[in-house]
């Protein structure tokens, strides 16, 4: 038994389809389009609240956030929908005079 969870384990490429590794970086309000990945949007909805999208897959986590500035507050994710292809995040206040935020997101593609 013990060898079949693992062999399974062995072969997640085949369960997980194509994974794609989707980043996001957010300076001042607006998506940094030269260090983003391509398809992907990001729309202030203020108060420090960012929705972004990216191209839908079937299953997907959130590897992580960072802000860099903004007092180096939290960065909490509102909600993620990883088939709808939306994340909205909230950094507490709007970024602003170089602030950034940067999101990494692992999407699976089947």
Known sequence: ?????SARNL??????GDLTL??????D?????VESS????????GSGVYNCTFEPGQVGWVLGTEQVGNGATTTEVVSF???????????????????????????SKN
């Open 38 to 45: 391509p398809n992907t949007t990001v729309t202030a909805a």
């Open 22 to 27: 989707v980043l996001i970086k957010i300076q």
């Open 81 to 107: 929908s990883a088939s709808a292809g939306t994340l909205s995040v909230d950094t507490g206040s709007d970024l602003a005079g170089g602030d950034q935020c940067h999101i990494a997101l692992l999407i």
């Open 29 to 33: 309000t607006a998506r940094v389009a």
């Open 11 to 16: 072969y997640s490429a085949v369960q997980f």
């Open 1 to 5: 038994m013990v060898l079949s969870d």
